[in-house]
């Protein structure tokens, strides 16, 4: 088995059905993980599990409400079921992002933000990271942002949720590193998906302030991602990787 070969490996990919999750799925299915997608849209999902399956990989689609904390654990259930009794690599990449004046968000608005950023990734680390640590081996990967670090006018709900992951990141690595079980995060700068396209010119005014000076495809996060879920990156845990081109150190 090389370092980047992930076959016998089930991975759990939330938010799988566009952007950077999808593009996460299919590099995980690449090499050679069987890939279960999770999402809200069937039709979506089912085309994503398609182009892995018609690619020679191996995956199925799970429809669930990660603002629902009921839905979320049965998510966990079944992706043990379809895994064959494991999961073995967790990908919390789901997330709303609500840009705003705080004066203007709404308790649904704070609510659903840290029921999707911050409590999913809880529960189902909770529920599938101790079965890692039981095998000895496993990886998390979180996906924040990095407006988790410094702040931005318009980004404090969506911002301080990611920020409660981070720590959720070195708080896993502690508590489940010692069983074998690695968790660490990218922070993605901007990136152009579905989900930020009505950010328009804005998106490419934040990826200025870099110095790769342009927004990311969602390709270039996935390599990241992929990165941490297999053995090359046998000697990380509790990291935050910066995928953002360069803008931390801008």
């Known amino acids: 088995m090389t370092s980047t070969d ?129 095998r000895g081996h496993g990886s998390v990967i979180n996906v924040l942002t990095m407006v988790a670090r410094f702040g931005v006018a318009g980004m404090a709900l969506y911002g301080s949720s990611k920020a409660a992951l981070t720590l959720l990141t070195k708080a896993w690595s502690a508590e489940f590193g010692p069983s074998g079980v690695r968790v660490n995060a990218v922070s993605p700068g901007p990136t152009r998906t579905e989900g930020t396209e009505p950010m328009g010119s804005q998106l490419d005014a934040l990826a200025s302030m870099a110095p790769a000076g342009r927004p990311a495809a969602p390709e270039e996060i996935a390599s990241a991602i992929s990165y941490l879920a297999g053995d090359d990156a046998s000697f990380v845990h509790g990291a935050v990787l910066d995928v953002d081109g360069g803008r931390n150190a801008a």
Do not use: C, Q, W
Request: glycine share 14%; net charge negative; charged share 20%.
């Open 6 to 134: 992930l076959t016998g490996a089930v991975a759990l990919v939330t938010g799988a059905t566009s952007g950077i999750g999808r593009a996460a799925a299919l590099s995980l299915a690449r090499r050679g993980a069987h890939v279960l997608v999770s999402g809200r849209d069937a039709a979506r999902g089912d085309a994503v599990v398609t182009e892995i399956r018609a690619d020679g990989g191996r995956a199925d689609f799970i429809a669930a409400d990660l603002a629902d904390a009921a839905s979320v654990r049965a998510l966990a259930r079944r992706a043990a079921e379809l895994g064959g009794g494991h999961v073995d690599i967790l990908v919390n990449n789901a997330g709303v992002f609500p840009f705003g004046p705080t004066a203007g968000a709404t308790d649904e608005d704070i609510d659903t933000a840290y029921a999707v950023n911050v409590k999913a990734p809880f529960i189902l680390t909770g529920e599938l990271a101790p079965g890692m640590a039981a």
